[in-house]
């Protein structure tokens, strides 16, 4: 099955600079790769996704970037602010049958004043 | 405004007794999941469905039971066979049958046994 590896595990940045997370993907067939965002005592929020038949996708702040031939996608949110800090998960999926999401371990972000 | 509603946010379970969680969605998605989330881990799969009337065990699925006699709601028990219930349950649900559609999660029960 896919296994999904996320690093860091945890990370910390001054506000106002920009924070990157990288997962790695074992099932090349994988293509569909979303993020949640998981504040304290809360369940994960969708932020963004991307889909294999795109190399980047950009929201605002945050953009997601996806090398499928190294089977790798990261997360790059710039000007940080204090309400990015919480726990982000990574995920990866097959497009075919009845796939479920895997997740990554997760990462916490805290962003420093 | 549709959304997925996990019931109760806290619960206090005794030694030895069973106790259901709640969720309910009314997105009209096909499939829905239940996760345990401990300190500081990530999400491991307890149990899914993906249409009425049929469900399969995830990963730790040992000392759960579930349910899923309607599309809108998917009850979780915790048996006293489960010998460290205490976490955070997060409930998910999606538009197909696979995680290719991304999932929509709940706001999680906090189940601590007392």
């Known amino acids: 099955g896919e296994n999904v590896e996320q690093h860091p595990s945890t990370l910390s940045v001054q506000e106002g600079d920009s924070a990157v997370i990288k997962c790695t993907y074992s099932?090349?067939?994988?293509?569909?790769f979303p993020w949640y965002k998981q504040e304290l005592g809360k369940g994960p929020q969708l932020i963004i996704d991307?889909?294999?038949?795109?190399g980047e996708k950009k929201d605002q702040r945050i953009a997601v970037t996806l090398n499928k031939t190294a089977k790798h996608f990261s997360l790059h949110i710039t000007e940080t602010q204090p309400e990015d800090s919480a726990v982000y998960f990574c995920?990866?999926?097959?497009?075919?049958?009845?796939?479920?999401?895997?997740f990554g371990t997760g990462t916490r972000l805290t962003i420093i004043p | 405004d549709g959304g997925i509603t996990q019931s109760p946010k806290y619960l206090f379970r005794k030694e030895g007794q069973n106790v259901t969680l709640s969720c309910e969605q009314n997105?009209?998605?096909?499939?829905m999941y239940w996760y345990r989330q401990d300190p500081g881990q990530g999400l491991r799969l307890i149990y899914y469905?993906?249409?009425?009337?049929?469900?399969q065990k995830g990963d730790i699925a040992e000392g759960y039971s579930v349910s899923r006699e309607k599309k809108e709601s998917f009850p979780l028990t915790v048996t006293s066979a489960q010998k460290n219930p205490t976490a955070f349950y997060l409930c998910?649900?999606?538009?197909?049958?696979?995680?290719?559609?991304?999932?929509?999660f709940g706001s999680g029960t906090r189940l601590t046994v007392v």
């Open positions: 998910a649900s999606s538009e197909g049958t696979g995680g290719y559609y991304g999932y929509t």
């Open positions: 099932d090349s067939a994988s293509n569909y």
């Open positions: 991307i889909r294999s038949n795109v």
């Open positions: 995920a990866a999926s097959l497009d075919f049958g009845n796939e479920k999401l895997t």
């Open positions: 997105l009209n998605h096909d499939a």
């Open positions: 469905s993906q249409i009425v009337n049929d469900f």
